[in-house]
């Protein structure tokens, strides 16, 4: 149980951290959100669990297509705040959108025989 509390703990202070920093230097904030903290964290985590090299393998390629659909938020979020659209209606539809933008990269990818 302290293993769970002790990875909680870490990545919460993680994303809190950039928050913070965010709100001081958009640019810093944004540099460190645009590492990829969750996948790496992620990663580590499964294979301090598993030790199991495969799993990671595994798990690093199917985030590797994802990042492209996970994309589109940040294109549609700024587009219709710039159109004046409410942050939350605005934040809904990106999220929407890119939930609609993994569906098509899955199934585009499974055509291909490509399994995530």
């Known amino acids: 149980m302290t293993y769970y509390a002790i990875k909680i703990a870490v990545t919460t202070i993680l994303i809190v951290l950039i928050s913070e920093i965010a709100k001081r230097s958009t640019l810093a904030g944004a540099i460190l ?39 589109a938020l940040f294109l549609v979020l700024p587009l219709l705040l710039k159109q004046g659209i409410n942050f939350y209606l605005g934040m809904t539809v990106a999220i929407a959108v890119t939930a609609a933008c993994y569906w098509l990269m899955v199934s585009t990818l499974g055509h291909f025989g490509i399994s995530l």
């Open 33 to 71: 959100a645009s590492v990829p903290l969750v996948s790496v964290l992620g990663m580590i985590w499964l294979y301090v669990d598993t030790k199991d090299v495969g799993r990671v393998i595994t798990l690093s390629g199917s985030i590797f297509w994802l990042v492209l659909p996970s994309l």
